[in-house]
T-cell receptor, first 112, second 114 residues
Framework: DQQVKQNSPSLSVQEGRISILNCDYTNSMFDYFLWYKKYPAEGPTFLISISSIKDKNEDGRFTVFLNKSAKHLSLHIVPSQPGDSAVYFCAASASGTYKYIFGTGTRLKVLA | KAGVTQTPRYLIKTRGQQVTLSCSPISGHRSVSWYQQTPGQGLQFLFEYFSETQRNKGNFPGRFSGRQFSNSRSEMNVSTLELGDSALYLC?????????????FGPGTRLTVT
């Protein structure tokens, strides 16, 4: 049972435009969420996080939105840059479990 | 501060063999987690250790095991390798793995089973 889903395997966006990556989850016990970026042959790199007590968190070009009632979060990248081309994973954790459940990733391609 | 290091980076083994992968966490981090990444499957949680104690384990067969040493370094072992064990194995460390924690990942060990 896939508790965290990223239904878009890939996304292409023009440089300078907004990239929106989506993630859905089913477990209402999840209370902390992360986004990671991954380049080939490297480990995932942390991008941004959000706690379930918030509905938005910003860090530079990256903003994460959380809709708890819909069990949905999204990552907005504005403006998108060619260097943002990578695979993006969302991950969710429930307090006291000491683990994250990851989505299957979305491959973002930013076209110059 | 040095990041998470994993050794070896690449490994080729034959079915039926066993393998041990090593992970050194970021200095000061006491929680170490292991994940398996296969194409199309995202990252699957294997186990998490804190102060030499396993606090959680994922849904993997008993052939997968791990341990953590007093200096927080960790190893994972896979016995009786199967072709399906071919994957990228990622180690991540965090300060204490409490509810609000952010794992820092190493570069991974690419295991190929032939």
């Amino acid at each position: 049972d896939q508790q965290v889903k990223q239904n878009s395997p890939s996304l292409s966006v023009q440089e300078g435009r907004i990239s929106i990556l989506n993630c859905d989850y089913t477990n209402s016990m999840f209370d902390y969420f992360l986004w990671y970026k991954k380049y080939p042959a490297e480990g995932p790199t942390f991008l941004i996080s959000i706690s379930s007590i918030k509905d938005k968190n910003e860090d530079g070009r990256f903003t994460v939105f959380l809709n708890k009632s819909a069990k949905h979060l999204s990552l907005h990248i504005v403006p998108s840059q060619p260097g943002d081309s990578a695979v993006y994973f969302c991950a969710a954790s429930a307090s006291g479990t000491y683990k994250y459940i990851f989505g299957t990733g979305t491959r973002l391609k930013v076209l110059a | 501060k040095a990041g998470v290091t994993q050794t070896p980076r690449y490994l080729i083994k034959t079915r039926g063999q066993q393998v041990t992968l090593s992970c050194s966490p970021i200095s000061g981090h006491r929680s170490v987690s292991w994940y398996q990444q296969t194409p199309g499957q995202g990252l699957q949680f294997l186990f998490e250790y804190f102060s030499e104690t396993q606090r959680n384990k994922g849904n993997f067969p008993g052939r997968f095991s791990g341990r953590q040493f007093s200096n927080s370094r960790s190893e994972m072992n896979v016995s009786t390798l199967e072709l399906g064990d071919s994957a990228l194995y990622l180690c991540a460390s965090s300060l204490d793995g409490t509810s609000v924690f952010r794992p820092y990942f190493g570069p991974g060990t690419r295991l190929t089973v032939t």
